[in-house]
């Protein structure tokens, strides 16, 4: 598989931030880290090797961006008001910068976007925050309930960040084209997050498929059995 190092000053953030690039060509799917991860980390752990007859074959192109958990949720020595300020500033990036470079590389409208664990996490706030840019959302193992990594503090920030709250009040109309998909298992500890999650789409009329699987763990694994038959679905 060819693989592209990139590395590059964001204006957004106001720092550098990189990304690796897997594929020649393809459908493009914006893959994040899990908890402070890194941008290898998907591939260091197997998840890039476990699609790579659809990366060959030409089919999908693999965009792994790193993340800044250690800078934002899971930043404890900063006031909880600071931390949701600068994962609103991730998304801006990802919104103004990142994804529109890639939908031009790619010549398409909407992209994918894929995550593990908090990787879930941040697929699914992207797709749910920006609908119009997202045509295919794959998160395994996800929670999506932000609230634990803010102490009580609550804002319009930490709001629109929340997916299980800002859900509520959004138009079902807007997702009927995105293909969601939750991954999780029975002995996964993020199951009841993706039971939550489901129920609430399915009261909002959100057409999405809950996969629970048999007795796995929320580890590796189980997300590079996953992630193969998950993208062998988006009907490439």
């Known amino acids: 598989m060819k693989e592209t190092y990139q590395k590059w000053y ?3 953030l106001g720092r550098d931030i990189e990304m690796l690039v897997i594929g020649h060509w393809g459908y493009p799917i914006l893959l ?3 908890s402070m991860g890194r941008y290898y980390q998907n591939k260091e752990f197997g998840l890039t090797d ?3 007859g659809f990366v060959d074959a030409g089919k ?4 792994l961006i790193d993340g ?3 800078d934002s949720w899971y930043a404890k020595h900063l006031p909880p008001a600071v931390r949701a300020h600068n994962h609103a500033v991730y998304d801006r990036f990802l919104n103004d910068e990142l994804v529109p470079s890639i939908r031009r590389e790619a010549n398409v409208d909407k992209i ?3 995550g593990c ?7 699914l706030n992207f797709a749910f925050k920006h609908p119009d840019k997202v045509a295919y959302m794959i998160s395994m193992s996800g929670a999506f309930d932000i609230r634990s990594f803010v102490e009580g503090h609550h804002d319009d920030t930490v709001y629109f960040n929340n997916p299980v709250d800002f859900i509520h009040n959004e138009e079902a109309w807007k997702f009927h084209h995105m293909k969601i998909v939750l991954g999780t298992s029975e002995w996964d500890i993020c199951l009841d997050a ?5 129920n609430l789409l399915k009261n909002k009329g959100i057409s999405h498929w809950l996969d629970i699987r048999g007795w796995d763990k929320h580890d590796w694994p189980l997300w590079n059995r996953m992630f193969p038959e998950y993208v062998s679905q988006m009907g490439l």
């Open 10 to 12: 964001s204006p957004t």
């Open 32 to 34: 994040f880290p899990t």
């Open 50 to 52: 476990s699609v790579r």
């Open 60 to 63: 999908i192109k693999l965009y």
């Open 68 to 70: 800044i958990d250690e």
């Open 112 to 114: 994918a976007v894929a």
């Open 117 to 123: 664990s908090f990787g879930g996490y941040h697929a």
């Open 194 to 198: 993706n039971i939550q999650m489901s």
